[in-house]
């Protein structure tokens, strides 16, 4: 059974630093990428950014670049998400995906609980 397990959410106030890490389990994911998407409350999933196992690709959505790091540890098959500079705006429910290399939720096949991140004005 596939399994992605988020932690490091938590509040923090505006321009402060977090990192999210997600560990996976259950298969090799040496064929999928690792995305991260995120939830405000009345708003749709959106997507943050993405990372492939291997090579290294990654992409970032416009409102998160420069700001935000995503990063694996294949030997500890976790997937971080460094996040800088935080703003108001980025609290939500964050979410880590395994599937294909996209930017949209419908291609990724397994998803982690979320973890809330929270950002004081």
């Known amino acids: 059974q596939v399994q992605l397990v988020e932690s490091g959410g938590g509040l923090v106030q505006a321009g402060g630093s977090l990192r999210l890490s997600c560990a996976a389990s259950?298969?090799?994911?040496?064929?999928?990428?690792m995305g991260w998407f995120r939830q405000a409350p009345g708003n749709e999933r959106e997507f943050v950014a993405v990372?492939?196992?291997?090579?290294?690709?990654?992409d970032y959505a416009g409102s998160v670049k420069g700001r935000f790091t995503i990063s694996r540890d294949n030997a500890k098959n976790t997937v971080y998400l460094q996040m800088n500079s935080l703003k108001p705006e980025d609290t939500a429910v964050y979410y880590c995906a395994a599937g294909l290399l996209s930017r949209r939720d419908r291609d990724y096949a397994y998803w982690g609980q979320g973890t809330q991140v929270t950002v004081s004005s």
């Open positions: 259950g298969r090799t994911f040496g064929n999928y990428a």
């Open positions: 990372i492939r196992w291997t090579g290294g690709f990654t």
